[in-house]
Nanobody, 119 residues
Framework: QVQLVESGGGLVQPGGSLRLSCAAS????????MAWYRQAPGKQRELVAR???????NYADSVKGRFTISRDNAKNTEYLQMNSLKPEDTAIYYC?????????????WGQGTQVTVSS
């Protein structure tokens, strides 16, 4: 079992920056795919960024060039650096850890952290 805790959300003006953190309860990055999702009011949850255990990354088109996902294995922490923030980035951001096996999938979610981009 894995617990994930997000932090770093808040209110920021358009064009500003925030760095979100996702702290895991134990070392999991070697076997889990880590990702950030977000959900705005009235919309479905969408994938924002993802990392793999081998260092690959993937970003939604809407955030490419502005967001960067990274990890610190020593701290068991995943980060999402968000630059040039836009009002449409406003959402609750969730950290996710996923592992697919032959028998079952393992999915863990953080509680979410609110990001609000507004003047």
């Amino acid at each position: 079992q894995v617990q994930l805790v997000e932090s770093g959300g808040g209110l920021v003006q358009p064009g500003g920056s925030l760095r979100l953190s996702c702290a895991a309860s134990r070392s999991i990055f070697s076997i889990y795919t880590m990702a950030w999702y977000r959900q705005a009011p009235g919309k479905q949850r969408e994938l924002v960024a993802r990392t793999s255990s081998v260092g690959g990354t993937n970003y939604a088109d809407s955030v490419k060039g502005r967001f960067t996902i990274s990890r610190d294995n020593a701290k068991n922490t995943e980060y999402l650096q968000m630059n040039s923030l836009k009002p449409e980035d406003t959402a609750i951001y969730y950290c996710n850890a996923h592992r697919a096996t032959f028998n079952r999938d393992y999915d863990y979610w953080g509680q979410g952290t609110q990001v609000t981009v507004s003047s």
